[in-house]
């Protein structure tokens, strides 16, 4: 079973700091997955990467498959971007065995004005 | 499009009582899962569904039982709940199956507290 660890567990910043949260997980893996939940509870998919980095705004995600290690990066941060950061990985399909994603236990992030 | 929808959002039981939850895509997807979480842990798979018909165990499926009746739909099932399954259940569809690194869709998610 993969195990995935997050870090920080908690990060509170101020508006505008650069924000680095990383990913480590134990078995290979097809792709990893970087998810926000919001207070409210929903979740949302951010990224999904297999190699290399892929950037949305100012949000960026990066992703070593060799050392088995992802960050996700905010640049400019603001309090809208308080949420639970959740990273997950996905396995190559095993033909059986279960299918869905393996989670983090996620970073909550708190952005002060 | 309502993406992944959930119902109910939040219910109360007592220790015995059975309920089910619905979950339902308009997006035409194959793959649909049932994930819980608790507070301290990660998302974690109860059942899930490779298509209309089919399920399957995930990682904590025991006092659970799901149906595929319809693509769009996947219920959780609680026959007879126990406090242990207080927790937010989570319902997510995609397109092609998880080991193909496909990006899930996820429902507002189900507060479920047993007395």
């Known amino acids: 079973k993969n195990e995935v660890e997050q870090s920080p567990q908690n990060l509170t910043a101020q508006e505008g700091e650069f924000i680095t949260i990383n990913c480590s997980y134990s078995v290979g893996i097809s792709a990893l997955h970087w998810l926000q939940q919001h207070p409210g509870g929903g979740i949302v998919s951010l990224f999904m990467?297999?190699?290399g980095k892929k950037k949305h705004g100012r949000l960026i995600a990066t992703i070593n498959i060799q050392e088995k290690h992802s960050s996700l990066h905010i640049t400019a941060s603001h309090p809208r971007d308080s949420a639970v950061y959740i990273c997950a990985v996905s396995h190559p399909y095993s033909g059986g065995g279960a299918d869905g994603l393996t989670f983090g236990k996620g970073t909550h992030l708190i952005i002060q004005p | 499009n309502a993406g992944v929808t959930q119902t109910p959002k939040f219910r109360v039981l007592k220790t015995g009582q059975s309920m089910t939850l619905l979950c339902a895509q308009d997006m035409n997807h194959e793959y649909m899962y049932w994930y819980r979480q608790d507070p301290g842990m990660g998302l974690r798979l109860i059942h899930y569904s490779v298509g209309e018909g089919t399920t399957a165990k995930g990682e904590v499926p025991d006092g659970y039982n799901v149906s595929r009746l319809k693509k769009q739909n996947f219920l959780l099932g609680l026959e007879s709940a126990a406090p242990s399954q207080t927790s937010v259940y989570f319902c997510?569809?995609?397109?092609?199956?998880?080991?193909?690194?496909?990006?899930?869709?996820f429902g507002p998610g189900t507060r479920l507290l047993v007395l």
């Open positions: 990467l297999s190699s």
């Open positions: 997510a569809s995609s397109r092609l199956a998880g080991g193909e690194g496909e990006t899930q869709y």
